[in-house]
């Protein structure tokens, strides 16, 4: 039976050796995610406002996907 030290790493066990896996692909933005993020907060903005949604109402996700191609649009053509 073989003992095991408390703390120690066997070898070929250690997470650091062990190559990480495939890296994912970012689907539905760009590549940067800060972007995007604020994208998403502009058309959550736009949403509410675009439809005169009272304090504590929340925009449905078509009026959020909406509003987002808006913005990305105006970003494209460069406004």
């Known amino acids: 039976m073989a003992f095991k030290m408390k703390g120690y790493v066997y070898p070929g066990s250690s997470p ?3 190559k990480a896996g495939p890296e ?3 689907t ?4 940067n995610a800060q972007q995007d993020f604020e994208d998403r907060e502009y058309a959550i903005e736009y949403a509410m406002n675009d439809n005169d949604l009272n304090d504590g109402e929340v925009p449905t996700k078509e009026q959020i996907d909406k509003a987002l191609k808006e ?3 105006d970003r494209k053509a460069g406004y």
């Not at 539905?28 to 590549?31: A, C, L, P, R, Y």
């Open 16 to 18: 650091i050796t062990k």
């Open 24 to 26: 994912t692909n970012r």
């Open 28 to 31: 539905g933005g760009s590549n």
């Open 71 to 73: 913005i990305r649009a």
